[in-house]
């Protein structure tokens, strides 16, 4: 099956700074890479996703890149605010969905 | 927001208790699913329904014990749990869960203390 893994598992920043959140996965038949937020005690939401078809998408200061022959796509997340402390999962597609261990993003104002 | 509900919010039960899990979803999805989350682990898949047929049974013990009696309705019956089964449990819905065309919407999940 698929195996999805994360890096880093923690992450603090500067207000205003820059995150990056990256993860490779194993099947290459994976087609469709979502990204969840999850706040502290809050369900899991999306926040942007990428098909396989697609190098980048941005959605404000959120942006995601998919590099299908290495197999690995990353989370940009730009000019940081301390609303976007929360822990972050990716997930690729293939049969199902395989997630990250998740990363856990501090932002420092 | 209330596209999927999850009751109750925390439940504490012993080893020899019987309880159940209740998720509902509004959004006209075709698939639901339970998925167990345990700290530094990934989210784990548990069980998959498609229109009401289970697709998926992750090697789930059979203390847990899935019901979907229509599309926006799940039920997880637990019952002779261990501890080690004390988590997070997300419930979630999807549109087109085959081919993985939407993503999925979770509800705000049932902490579960075993003791």
């Known amino acids: 099956g698929e195996n999805v893994e994360q890096h880093p598992s923690t992450l603090s920043v500067q207000e205003g700074d820059s995150a990056v959140i990256k993860c490779t996965y194993s099947?290459?038949?994976?087609?469709?890479f979502p990204w969840y937020k999850q706040e502290l005690g809050k369900r899991p939401q999306l926040i942007i996703d990428?098909?396989?078809?697609?190098g980048e998408k941005k959605d404000q200061r959120i942006a995601v890149t998919l590099n299908k022959t290495a197999k690995h796509f990353s989370l940009h997340i730009t000019e940081t605010q301390p609303e976007d402390s929360a822990v972050y999962f990716c997930?690729?597609?293939?049969?199902?969905?395989?997630f990250g261990t998740g990363t856990s993003l501090t932002v420092i104002p | 927001e209330t596209g999927v509900t999850q009751t109750p919010r925390h439940l504490v039960m012993g080893m020899t208790n019987k309880k159940s899990l209740k998720c509902e979803q509004h959004?006209?999805?075709?698939?639901m699913y339970w998925y167990k989350q345990s700290a530094k682990k990934p989210l784990e898949l548990m069980f998959v329904?498609?229109?009401?047929?289970?697709?998926e049974n992750n090697s789930v013990p059979s203390r847990f014990s899935p019901e979907c009696p229509n599309s926006s309705h799940l039920f997880l019956h637990l019952h002779t749990l261990q501890p080690e089964d004390s988590a997070l449990y997300l419930c979630?819905?999807?549109?087109?869960?085959?081919?993985?065309?939407?993503?999925?919407?979770f509800g705000n999940g049932t902490r579960l203390t075993v003791t």
């Open positions: 997930a690729a597609f293939g049969n199902q969905f395989y």
């Open positions: 959004l006209g999805h075709n698939a």
């Open positions: 099947d290459s038949a994976s087609n469709y």
């Open positions: 990428i098909r396989s078809n697609v």
């Open positions: 329904y498609n229109f009401k047929e289970q697709t």
């Open positions: 979630a819905s999807s549109q087109d869960p085959d081919r993985g065309r939407s993503p999925l919407h």
